[in-house]
C-alpha cells in the first residue's frame, strides 16, 4: 500500500533557529513529492516538489527540502524560522507512476514558532 | 493572476438534502481535482478530471456524490442526501497539465456543515 507518514503532530521551534519537519513515504515506481502549507481557514499552498535530479530541493519563502531515497524521506527544511511560518504542513507523494494525479496527504503537521 | 476559487464559502444544510458545490480552476488549466478535508480522515483525494480522458472517480465514498466538469473548464460536485458524516472542507485544485507530476493549485475550499 503507497503511504506517507508525518511523525511528529506538532514541531516547536524558537524564531531564528532552524527547523525540520518529517516526512517518510512507501510509494511503488519513481517517487514525485510535494510540500503545502495550510495556514488557518485558507487552502493549500505549494512550496516546493521532488521530480528528479538534485537530492536538495529549494522552494517558496526559503523552505528546502531533502530527498533520500534510500531513507524513504523528504523532510522540510528552514534554516532560520520566522513566527509567520506557524502553519499546517502536509507532505504528499502522488500516487503510483505519477500519472494518477492523486495526491496522498499525511495528517499534517503543525509547525508553531514563538518570538 | 486569479487563481482557483470556489463557491460557496461556507454551507449549513440540512441532513437529507442536496447540495451542489463550484470550482472555477485558472483559466488554462487542463486538470481539476476535488479533494475532502476533514477532522477524521484528513485529507482525502474524490475525483480528477484529466482533460478529455474519463474522470477518475475512485476516491468518490459513496454513490451520493458525483461530479461533472463543464466545457473544460467550471466544475460542480454534487452531493445528494447529505449526512452528518459529510461535514467536512472540499478542496478544489487544478494543474496546467494532466498527468505526470504536476503542481496542483489549490482553492480556498467550501466549508460544509451538515445538521
Known amino acids: 500500500a503507497q503511504s506517507v507518514a508525518q511523525p511528529e503532530d506538532q514541531v516547536n521551534v524558537a524564531e531564528g533557529n532552524p527547523l525540520t519537519v518529517k516526512c517518510t513515504y512507501s510509494?511503488?515506481?519513481?517517487?514525485?513529492l510535494f510540500w503545502y502549507v495550510q495556514y488557518p481557514n485558507r487552502g493549500l499552498q505549494f512550496l516546493l516538489k521532488?521530480?528528479?535530479?538534485?537530492?536538495l530541493v529549494k522552494g517558496s519563502y526559503g523552505f528546502e527540502a531533502e530527498f533520500n531515497k534510500s531513507q524513504t524521506s523528504f523532510h522540510l527544511k528552514k534554516p532560520s524560522a520566522l513566527v509567520s511560518d506557524s502553519a499546517l504542513y502536509f507532505c504528499a507523494p502522488l500516487h503510483g507512476s505519477g500519472n494518477t494525479g492523486k495526491l496522498i496527504f499525511g495528517q499534517g503537521t503543525t509547525l508553531q514558532v514563538k518570538p | 493572476g486569479a487563481g482557483v476559487s470556489q463557491s460557496p464559502s461556507n454551507k449549513v444544510t440540512e441532513k437529507g438534502k442536496d447540495v451542489e458545490l463550484r470550482c472555477d480552476p485558472i483559466s488554462g488549466h487542463t486538470a481539476l481535482y476535488w479533494y475532502r478535508q476533514s477532522l477524521g480522515q484528513g485529507l482525502e483525494f474524490l475525483i480528477y478530471?484529466?482533460?478529455?480522458?474519463?474522470?477518475?472517480k475512485s476516491g468518490l465514498p459513496s454513490d451520493r456524490f458525483s461530479a461533472e466538469r463543464t466545457g473544460g473548464s467550471v466544475s460542480t460536485l454534487t452531493i445528494q442526501r447529505t449526512q452528518q458524516e459529510d461535514s467536512a472542507v472540499y478542496l478544489c485544485?487544478?494543474?496546467?497539465?494532466?498527468?505526470?507530476?504536476?503542481?496542483?493549485?489549490f482553492g480556498p475550499g467550501t466549508r460544509l456543515l451538515v445538521l
Open positions: 478530471f484529466q482533460g478529455n480522458s474519463a474522470p477518475d
Open positions: 485544485a487544478s494543474s496546467l497539465l494532466a498527468g505526470g507530476p504536476e503542481t496542483q493549485y
Open positions: 521532488y521530480i528528479t535530479g538534485d537530492n
Open positions: 510509494v511503488s515506481g519513481n517517487p514525485y
